[in-house]
DNA sequence: TTTCATACATGCGTTTTTGCACGTGTGAGA
DNA sequence: TCTCACACGTGCAAAAACGCATGTATGAAA
């Protein structure tokens, strides 16, 4: 006659999931046992929660009431998570920070190792990806994002302001310094996909010739001598083969924070890390920024 | 890594009851089963949750933070079961109706009787106390209650309007008839521990002799002739023995009232014995009021 | 039509969880 | 001091839950 807590958790993750399979891997259990705890579910109410169709499992309006509470139930629980994380004050355990991979792969790395070293006990994770993974949630304890605030209800920490700038091969930079209003190949990011105003100003002979919506693509292309990149300056700076160019001049670009939830701010484990990753950005913040005049004189990096 | 929801349900148990034992009586569980979740919890969360004392589990502050999120879980449970029986159309399984001792034995059990055989599927369970059972936890579906207003966040109905009225054997009847200022001895109900203004003022001869915190226990020495008692209209009238005297004179007492909350409300099996109780009752209002004049003229019963 | 992928049902052996019986320690009351 | 009630720990066997392997149905693609 009553419904246990993880199988209303279950017919949550089966009615957001759709199907079996996506709720077992939700849960981390297999499918079959899944479609045993509906089957109980239903057996102990005496009330259908799903119709069995061929592609797969269709939520009733019962079951989408029993997911309504459970979605509250589980916020309740990530509170609960969160704010258990934020007493840890231990160094050791389970630490998750993400960050976007060309960041990691070019800056966080060698303070990974500098903090795995100072904390050997810590278990350090680090899914590197450009999703905005649910800090609330604790998909991560903290993430390291490039945006223009640290959004709302996230404590944040700006670590580097930031500029973009034209990279290409050596072969482009001598071309285009020979002639400036020689043709000009452009490489564009699907997220900025207009060449900004300056460029087409002062180089009319630009023609955008590939769009990619993949920064490490773009990177490769630039590197191959396809034409140039508009690419935040540390980047270009560290990529083999690239120069600056100075057909667009540095430009603002969203700044580089590292952010989490203000309820896991305090644990011990995320301070530490904070402490490590901080000077060593704040460090390197001539690398993020061009010099000279930012609107008006190129420069030659 | 991950602490399942009946296991966060647990410790929030074992908060509340203090020892094994109460919290696996809450949980319908063995208590050794209660003992060992604890101990998985605390293991899969790296965190003591418990002092284990001579006298029992004493929650830590860790425990104490899991068990005020589990509360607003279950909160949000028993939302979640209150709607389901609120939408639930079938006139069969269980069904909890409470009310107290003395209404039950002497008014509502006919009527009980005619429900389940009108509705010979329905499970019909009846926690007859004087306690008040939580109807946002489902502890009953209805309640029958005596009381002014049917209270903040409940549905209800007023069956009757109530007075109480004076009662003892025939044989203080025919004495207070005789000689209205011969000794009258009452005996008095805890709750209201004081003799009405009109009885000192017209029968100055009264004294208390008996109190008690139990209305059957009041009933009883009424019938043995111990004195006179203070009863609703209805219990005096329905009780073997007494007779209604003009001591005091009907008076204006709390109502009876069905109250459910307003999320089971609409449920088929609510209804239907909603549809049962009001009539029968309603029928019989006479029964709960007196005749005549409720505060000057005195009446013989 | 054949093949493949998706989604679920079912049977079976294994693992996990649970209940029960029994034992320990402690404090209240005789 | 003795006994009893209470609260908990432990070992073992039963029960429940689980994962895996296998089989079926359906629809899309070759």
Request: net charge neutral; glycine share 6%.
């Amino acid at each position: 006659m009553k419904l246990g807590w993880d199988d209303i958790k279950t017919v949550h993750a089966l009615v957001r999931g759709g199907s079996l399979a996506a709720a077992a891997t939700e849960l981390g259990v297999n499918y079959t046992t899944v479609a045993r705890r509906i089957q109980r579910a239903e057996d102990t109410l005496g009330l259908k929660l799903f119709e069995r169709l061929a592609d797969g499992y269709a939520p009733t309006d019962t079951a989408r009431l029993v997911a309504e509470h459970a979605a509250k139930m589980e916020a309740e629980e990530h509170s609960l998570m969160r704010q258990l994380a934020g007493r840890d004050g231990r160094l050791s355990g389970k630490l998750t920070v993400t960050a976007p991979q060309l960041l990691i792969a070019h800056l966080l790395a060698p303070m990974l190792e500098t903090f795995v070293k100072q904390h050997p006990e810590v278990d350090l994770r680090v899914p590197a990806t450009n999703d905005i993974l649910d800090l609330s949630r604790r998909e991560a304890d903290l993430a390291v994002r490039i945006s223009r605030e640290p959004g709302d209800t996230l404590k944040g920490l700006r670590l580097a302001r930031q500029h973009t700038a034209s990279f290409a091969t050596q072969g482009w930079a001598d071309r285009i310094a020979a002639d400036p209003s020689a043709p000009i190949d452009w490489i564009l990011y699907d997220a900025y996909p207009r060449l900004p105003d300056i460029v087409t100003a002062r180089y009319p002979s630009s023609r955008v010739r590939y769009r990619f919506d993949d920064m490490v693509a773009i990177l490769g292309a630039a590197q191959s001598g396809l034409g140039l990149a508009r690419l935040p300056m540390f980047l270009g700076r560290v990529t083999p083969g690239l120069v600056q160019v100075p057909v667009l001049p540095p430009q603002p670009y969203a700044d580089i924070w590292v952010v989490g939830h203000a309820d896991v701010w305090p644990s011990a484990k995320v301070r530490a890390f904070r402490d490590c990753l901080v000077p060593h950005l704040r460090a390197r913040r001539d690398l993020f920024v061009g010099e000279g005049d930012l609107s008006t004189s190129p420069q030659v990096g």
